[in-house]
């Protein structure tokens, strides 16, 4: 069986460590806060302009001036902070974020990330990712392995405008884990599958070169 | 000379027009200058260049430049909450460009604090580092990117004094600092006014030598996500 929303995000979970600071993405990566090991201390900064973002709130704690970057109301914790866009984003281009988990539309062996645009399709905007990417310590990305249609999304190149270039450190999908070289011309290290899946089913669905290296 | 306004269309009187750029703080619909944007939108003033991390909704914030076809261009990093927006974009009436937030953030800063650019790792070898100057540094490539300024600057604060010294609420805060400093022209709407001394000095967020014109309005702040958990039993 593939993976669940809630097992990719468990998995995606293993990655955090005691003291990291870390940028949850929309969707599935937002679901890794429900599944931070015992033991292990993070801090979650939204990029709209607070360390520290608690869970959603009780009924009765709303506050419209209490948002994460999903615009979803939250609420805060003892060792919350709120600050600027620009010191948000210096926190984060400035390499003091340890750990981004986001989502893809497309990863290329070399870790390339598509995940904002499609050609002619209505552009939404890349919101704070291209930053996020660009500047976070180690980037994960948590995916479907495939697209709608079947097409994988782990490529030897992207074919969507890129969010960033060699940017990812590993890829988390419905069907297995992958570590990503972004320095150098290797291959992806297929190191874990999910429970079930066989490295022939991968090798079936999967566009980038690729290696068993299972662990 | 006093600072304060009496209200949101008093304290823009005699200062927009076509062709002009401006600012308008938030992220989402939290911490927008609400009433100013209705003022703004009653001046009657076109052609706007709007720049704003977002565009509001269709019906509430800058979503009303856009029912009335004031603005022409807007600088933003995330649209996707806005159905008229998407419509004038694709049928051509909208120009827009888009910024990533960190470096929108950044240009307005920068803009700001008299730094005419500045260079940065985020977007190089995607489309937003297309035609501009790159440049290595330790080993690294980073590219241009250009400040931001504007004719005026709408912000949104949760209390001022007099002197016009801000303080904000929460992550009402987002971009309204920057914006603060970038507007030739900067005119604030809070929901408090205080005497001077009654705001703690070493916890002020913008100092007043950026604001010009202060109104105290009352807000919608109206919630786009609604999330809440339940309670625990006992």
């Known amino acids: 069986m593939a993976w669940t929303r809630d097992q990719l995000a468990a998995r995606a979970a293993k990655e955090l460590r005691d003291g990291f600071y870390v940028n949850l993405g929309i969707g599935i990566p937002t679901l890794v806060a429900n599944h931070i090991p015992a033991g292990v201390n993070v801090t979650l900064q939204s990029e709209n302009g607070m360390l520290g973002m608690g869970p959603y709130p009780y009924e009765d704690e709303i506050d419209p001036d209490l948002i994460n970057a999903g615009k979803q109301t939250i609420s805060e914790l003892p060792h919350s902070s709120y600050f600027s866009s620009s010191d948000s984003f210096a926190m984060i281009r400035g390499g003091h974020i340890n750990l981004s988990i986001l989502g893809a539309m497309e990863v290329s062996q070399n870790g390339d990330l598509a995940n904002w645009m499609v050609p002619g399709k209505m552009v939404k905007g890349m919101g704070g990712a291209m930053d996020l990417v660009a500047g976070v310590r180690r980037c994960v990305v948590v995916m479907d392995h495939c697209s709608k249609d079947g097409r994988s999304k782990l490529l030897k190149k992207c074919e969507l405008p890129l969010t960033g270039v060699r940017v990812v450190d590993l890829i988390i999908t419905d069907l297995g884990v992958f570590e990503v070289d972004k320095v150098g011309n290797s291959p992806l290290r297929l190191i874990e599958l999910a429970d079930g899946i066989s490295v022939e089913e991968i090798a079936a669905k999967t566009q980038a070169d690729f290696v068993v290296d299972l662990k | 000379m006093s600072k304060i306004y009496p209200n949101a269309a008093a304290a823009l009187a005699g200062l927009p027009q076509d062709g002009m750029t401006i600012m308008s703080g ?200 609604r999330t809440i958990r339940a309670k625990e039993m006992a």
């Open chain 2, 26 to 225: 938030g992220f989402g619909l939290c911490g927008i200058p609400e009433n100013l944007i209705v003022a703004l939108r009653d001046s009657g003033a076109k052609n706007l260049t709007v720049i704003s991390n977002n565009a509001g909704v269709d019906g509430f914030g800058l979503g009303l430049l856009l029912e009335s076809k004031q603005t022409k261009k807007m600088i933003s990093s995330y649209v996707g909450e806005n159905k008229e927006f998407e419509r004038q974009f694709l049928s051509g009436e909208l120009e827009l460009e888009f910024n990533p937030q960190g470096t929108l953030a950044e240009r307005i800063r920068a803009g700001g604090a008299g730094i005419p650019g500045f260079y940065t790792k985020t977007g190089v070898g995607t489309l937003v580092a297309e035609g501009k100057e790159h440049k290595d540094f330790d080993g690294a490539t980073y590219v241009l990117e250009t400040a931001l300024k504007a004719d005026i600057s709408l912000i949104k604060a949760w209390k001022a004094d007099e002197e016009g010294n801000l303080i904000y609420r929460k992550t009402a805060r987002n971009f309204n600092p920057m914006m603060a400093t970038a507007g030739k022209i900067t005119i604030v709407e809070v929901e408090e006014i205080v005497a001077c001394g009654e705001l703690d000095a070493d916890n002020i967020h913008t100092p007043g030598i950026y604001v010009d014109r202060i109104v105290c309005g009352s807000f919608e702040k109206r919630i786009e996500n």
